[in-house]
C-alpha cells in the first residue's frame, strides 16, 4: 500500500514537473529543477524503502526457517517419545 501511495505521488510530481518544463505559460526553469529535485528524492526514498523492506522480508524468511526447524524437531522428539512408551509389552502365555 506504501509503495501505491509513494508511486501516485511520484505520478503526481512528474505531472507537475512536465507542466512547469512545458513552457513559460508552465512557471520557471528554477521551478522546473525544484520539481525535479522532489521527483528525485521520491525515487531515492522509494529505493531505500524497497531495500530495507527486502532486508525485513529476508529476516522474517531466516526467522520462519528456524521456526519451522524446532517445530520439526519437537515434533521428532514426541514421535520417538510417543513410539517408545507405545510398544506393546512383550508376554509369554503358557498354555497349561
Given amino acids: 500500500m506504501a509503495i501505491a501511495e509513494d508511486v501516485q505521488k511520484l505520478c ?3 505531472g507537475n ?8 505559460e508552465g512557471g520557471t526553469a528554477g ?5 525535479t ?3 528525485l528524492q521520491g525515487i531515492r526514498k522509494l529505493a531505500d524503502d524497497s531495500k530495507r523492506r527486502d532486508r525485513d522480508s529476508a529476516h522474517l524468511l531466516s526467522t520462519m526457517n ?6 520439526n524437531e519437537d515434533m521428532r ?11 506393546p509389552n512383550v508376554t509369554f502365555h503358557l498354555a497349561i
Fill in 12 to 14: 503526481k510530481a512528474l
Fill in 66 to 71: 528456524g521456526l519451522v526447524a524446532a517445530l
Fill in 31 to 35: 521551478a522546473s529543477q525544484a520539481a
Fill in 17 to 24: 514537473a512536465d507542466e512547469l518544463q512545458g513552457g513559460p
Fill in 77 to 87: 522428539k514426541n514421535a520417538e517419545m510417543r513410539n517408545a512408551y507405545s510398544k
Fill in 37 to 39: 529535485f522532489t521527483v
